[in-house]
């Protein structure tokens, strides 16, 4: 079964500009959570969607949004790129149950100059 | 609310030694209970996970993890170290749609 696929892996942005990234998860996974990874702040929740549905968010600016497509597939974008948010940026799929393990993908790596 | 303390940011030991990682959490209920390693430029990998039951749970890689309630503990070890087990491990707790992880500690393993 192919595990959690992210892309680009690399991206380089210029302050002010937006990005999208793009997530698809493991078949038969409904649930995609995204997650911001920095050295100083360590892996923060950013949303988690399931069924299109987003069910938790976050405590990230409204800059940071995401969607969930019918085939489950999932887009996370950022708008008016800041330097500080330059990270690793992973996302999960699960089966949607409250204590379902998370499925990383292998993350998008997002510098902003 | 919930939180994750893994105390030890950096361990080395050497190839063949045991590995003992700890972990702390704050939870109001029954935490569920994870451990993940990531190794440099990938996503996390799952080693364990605890829901109820058997306090002692079996992961891959021949690891395994103790739940101490009276604790609020749930410590990662292993026997014997392999070189490929350099890495870095996070703790996390909670669930899905509010998953909280420790800082990590990155464990070095000397030959």
């Known amino acids: 079964k192919a595990g959690v696929t992210q892309t680009p892996r690399y991206l380089i942005k210029t302050r002010g500009q937006q990005v999208t990234l793009s997530c698809s998860p493991i078949?038969?996974?409904?649930?995609v959570s995204w997650y911001q990874q920095t050295p100083g702040q360590g892996l923060q929740f950013l949303f988690e969607y399931f069924s299109e549905t987003q069910r938790n968010k976050g405590n990230f600016p409204g800059r940071f949004s995401g969607r969930q497509f019918s085939n489950s597939r999932s887009e996370m974008n950022v708008s008016t790129l800041e330097l500080g948010d330059s990270a690793l940026y992973l996302c999960?799929?699960?089966?949607?149950?409250?204590?379902?393990?998370?499925?990383f993908g292998n993350g998008t790596r997002l510098t902003v100059t | 609310a919930q939180s994750v303390t893994q105390p030890d940011i950096h361990i080395t030991v050497s190839e063949g030694a045991s590995l003992e990682l700890r972990c702390n959490y704050s939870y109001g209920a029954t935490p569920y209970l994870f451990w993940y390693v990531q190794s440099p430029g990938q996503g996390l990998q799952l080693l364990l996970k605890y829901f109820s039951g058997d306090t002692l749970v079996q992961g891959i890689k021949g690891f395994e993890a103790e739940f101490k309630r009276s604790q609020s503990s749930f410590n990662l070890r292993k026997p014997s170290v392999h070189w490929s087990d350099a890495a870095e491990y996070f703790c996390a707790v909670g669930s899905i749609n509010d998953m909280r992880f420790g800082a990590g500690t990155r464990l070095t393993v000397k030959p």
């Open positions: 999960a799929s699960s089966l949607g149950l409250e204590n379902s393990p998370l499925h």
């Open positions: 078949s038969g996974h409904r649930s």
